[in-house]
């Protein structure tokens, strides 16, 4: 199995009231990013790391993404769950282990769309 080894990196700018994003998914750019990642960052929690999943729609799925599974109106985070050793659907009450077979649709992020997820 071949996984495929990305990050997403949240870069805000004050100034316009906005965020950009940032993929690195080759060895040069991800050592180059966390070589830098103090002076572009500064918060080390707006990087999140890919799955190796995509949704339903065929969007990669990033930790800190928001999503609904099987078209349903509760919000799920993914999230990065220690004691599954993997990623993990989570709300407030529980947690699932992430899989192919979740029907996942990616509807935001913390990052851009934190109201999402209160």
Partial sequence: MN????????LSDSK?????????SDNVGL??????????????????QFSGLTDKNGTDIYEGDICIVNKKSQKWQIKWFQPYCGFCLENKEEAYPLNESNDIEIIGNIFENPELIK
Avoid: E, H, T
């Avoid at 316009?16 to 690195?24: A, E, L, T, V």
């Avoid at 830098?36 to 707006?46: A, Q, T």
């Fill in 3 to 10: 996984r495929v080894i990305k990050f997403r990196a949240w």
């Fill in 16 to 24: 316009n009231n906005s965020n950009q994003q940032m993929i690195f």
């Fill in 31 to 48: 050592s180059c990013f966390f070589d830098n990642i103090s002076s572009w960052l500064g918060d080390v929690n707006k990087i999140s």
